[in-house]
């Protein structure tokens, strides 16, 4: 199997193992070559994820990735959270921060910059982030968005 093969499995048996726990599977990411790789789980929920959720989901997981055994060699499994500075991947992810602070990157120049820092006032029904700056609103386009991740707040 090849690199995606193998992730769309494991994205498969994680998200078995993740509803057994009450909570999402977010990504998957497969690192490294055949013999020594990595595979990396983040989980989330609504009320935010804990260190005994990963712990479930691990066990869980690995228990499913022995028996199915979609990895050749050996392999670490790492099973976290997206962290407070969590990267906004969807349209989803920035309906469901709407009102939080995030940091924008754009492949092309709007409003002369590619980089904003502004809260999510909304996410319209045409695909535009519109952000509140410290001076004014921007629209963003979210095809134009390269690199997207909340702020931490304190």
Do not use: W
């Amino acid at each position: 199997m090849n690199k995606e093969e193998i992730r769309e499995k494991v994205l498969s048996l994680a998200r078995e193992a993740a509803e057994v726990a009450g909570v999402l599977v977010d990504e998957v990411e497969i690192l490294g070559h055949p013999g020594n790789m990595t595979v990396r789980v983040i989980i989330d929920s609504e009320q935010g994820i804990t260190i005994d959720d990963c712990e479930r989901v691990s066990r869980q997981l690995e228990a499913l990735l022995d028996i199915e055994d979609p990895i050749e060699g050996s392999y670490n499994l790492e099973v976290s959270s997206p962290g407070l500075d969590r990267p906004l991947r969807r349209l989803e992810d920035f309906i469901r921060f709407k009102g939080r602070l995030a940091r924008v990157i754009t492949r092309q120049r709007i409003d002369n910059q590619t980089f904003f820092v502004g809260r999510i006032e909304d996410v319209r029904e045409d695909g535009q982030i519109v952000l509140r700056l410290k001076k004014g609103t921007v629209s963003i386009p979210y095809s134009e968005i390269s690199k997207a991740r909340l702020e931490i707040e304190i």
